[in-house]
């Protein structure tokens, strides 16, 4: 079945750039997603990459796509304490449901 | 300000009670979902609904239970049935999902239940 696997903790300097990994099992997704979750608080979309596409870039994100090793990435550049956050990667499931298969999460604490 | 209430925040229910939380959409988007949030697992999808009277179960409905009789609501019932249920309790929306159109999900700020 689908299934959407992320590392659960990465730790990084202010400033450095982040680099969070997910893979993911259907081939026929058409859209992944980026979420960052707060503490205590619901989640935020961030972005979003389309199938067809290999790369896409907005501000300090970046995600890239290996359809082929079904691989999604979200870089953030110059990583700020304010980045300090879990963020979720999702597929959207195949067919007309709109539902979203979630990782179980990456934590990503930004010391100063 | 369009977006999605989720209330209360914080519940506290003893077992064998069924308490309600409560999720309300004003973006008249057609879909709505309910999320269970539990640490280093993910989201787990309880319910959903695509339109208003109808609902579908999700990967872990055993134990709760919905209505949609308005677009913008979508009640979840958590009930003594349910094993487990401290849990972070997340509701979502997004317009109509097509193959082709993104469907992002748009989240509340979610109710955390507790029990004692």
């Known amino acids: 079945g689908e299934d959407v696997e992320q590392s659960l903790f990465l730790s990084v300097r202010e400033g450095d750039s982040s680099v969070i990994n997910c893979t993911y099992t259907d081939s026929s997704s058409t859209y992944l997603y980026w979420y960052k979750q707060e503490p205590g608080a619901g989640l935020q979309l961030l972005t979003y990459?389309?199938?067809?596409?290999d790369m896409k870039q907005d501000q300090r994100l970046t995600v890239l796509l290996n359809k082929k090793d079904k691989h999604l990435s979200l870089r953030i550049a110059d990583t700020q304490t304010g980045d300090s956050a879990i963020y979720f990667c999702a597929e959207k499931f195949p067919g007309n449901t709109g539902k979203l298969i979630f990782g179980q999460g990456t934590t990503l604490q930004v010391k100063p | 300000d369009g977006g999605i209430t989720q209330s209360p925040k914080y519940l506290f229910r003893k077992e064998g009670q069924n308490v309600t939380l409560s999720c309300e959409q004003n973006l008249n988007h057609d879909a709505m979902y309910w999320y269970r949030q539990d640490p280093g697992q993910g989201l787990r999808l309880i319910y959903y609904?695509?339109?208003?009277?109808?609902?579908q179960k999700g990967d872990i409905a055993e134990g709760y239970s919905v209505s949609r009789e308005k677009k913008e609501s979508f009640p979840l019932t958590v009930t003594s049935a349910q094993k487990n249920p401290t849990a972070f309790y997340l509701c979502?929306?997004?317009?109509?999902?097509?193959?082709?159109?993104?469907?992002?999900?748009?989240f509340g700020e979610g109710s955390r239940l507790t029990v004692l």
């Open positions: 609904s695509q339109i208003v009277n109808d609902f």
């Open positions: 990459i389309f199938s067809n596409m």
């Open positions: 979502a929306s997004s317009i109509k999902s097509g193959l082709l159109t993104a469907g992002e999900l748009f």
